[in-house]
């Protein structure tokens, strides 16, 4: 649109004389408004360096949360700090003395068993070790026979003259060897109480 | 190679920054504050916005590729720095764009560095009237004498779209001080 037609359209709007807007300016400002920028230009410039800095990822999200865990932490520190139980101070020297010989006991102890457990470990590795080899199943083939028969000329082997006919049945023995402990009445009263023919078929 | 070509080259370049720079805000202070100063009124105000324009361009000149005029970059970052500053304003008094700019112009007879007339002040009236947009496209036309197809650059609105919005402009500002002046 230009001027002709604004003045049809617009006649009063036309007629404001020079077009002029009413604003101004303080005196010589346009001549010194170079100085000023610069003088921000580089006061930012130093700002930037210092922003050069960096934080890690988040900080500020999160540092709140970290000096108000900090400053709970403190607080109950110092409720905790600032009670003490009464007459502390008058058994304190009872209680450290009666710590320290406790814990000369279990320093004593600790030293005990610091060598005894050892040395018991290593006793039960011989052990098992000689047990190992000891454990070779031994035969009568291992064995002399004059220590076998010294071992029942001295009594030491219990036997009785029916267990000695089931193991050898083949042998005979000898009468002299032979000594029977049954009386004439056992033996009666023996054959009427069993049956003689059941007797000659078991045997 | 043309002027903003040459002077684009020495911004980018750290030796002749300065100097460049010097050139730059020589050349186009005094637009860029009367445009500013339209949109946020008070001098103190536009003061501000002007600096944080020209601390903008020598900061992101060498984003700069050129594909508009530098004049109309620069024009575009004014702009957005002026609106942000208002808006900014506005939040700041709880209030919204049109109540804060109402308030202002009521104020200009009070601002020294106001020294319109009845009729001017009335046209100011007028101009807060309009939508914010329209009220950039009549002051860069009306008082600026921009060009469409400058301003279509800065405001990345067609050419067809700006005629037709400051021809609505026009309309409604003389229907304001037709109904208004005595």
New interface residues.
Partial sequence: ?NKKE?HK?????NN?AH????????NA??NT??D???A??NA?KLNCDKTAYKTPNAYFKTVEDLVVTKLKAQTLKKEVTTAIPDGYFETLEDQVLTKINDTSKIRNLKIISKYVVPITIAASFLIIFLLNNTSKSITFEDLATSEIEEFIENGDINYDVESLALIFPEVTLDDTYYTSTLSDSDVLNYLNENDLETLILEN | MDNDTLLVEQLKNKKTQEQAFRRLMSLYKERLYWHIRKIVFSHEDADDVLQNTFIKVFKNIHTFKEESKLYSWMYRIATNEAITFINKKAAKQQVDLSELQLKTVQNLNNDIHFTGDEIQLLLQKAIITLPHKQQLVFNMKYFDEMKYKDMSEILDTSVGALKASYFHAVKKIEEFLKHIKP
């Fill in positions: 649109m604004i359209i617009a006649p009063t709007l404001i077009k002029n807007h009413g604003f101004n300016v303080p400002y346009f408004i170079e000023g920028l610069f921000e230009i930012s």
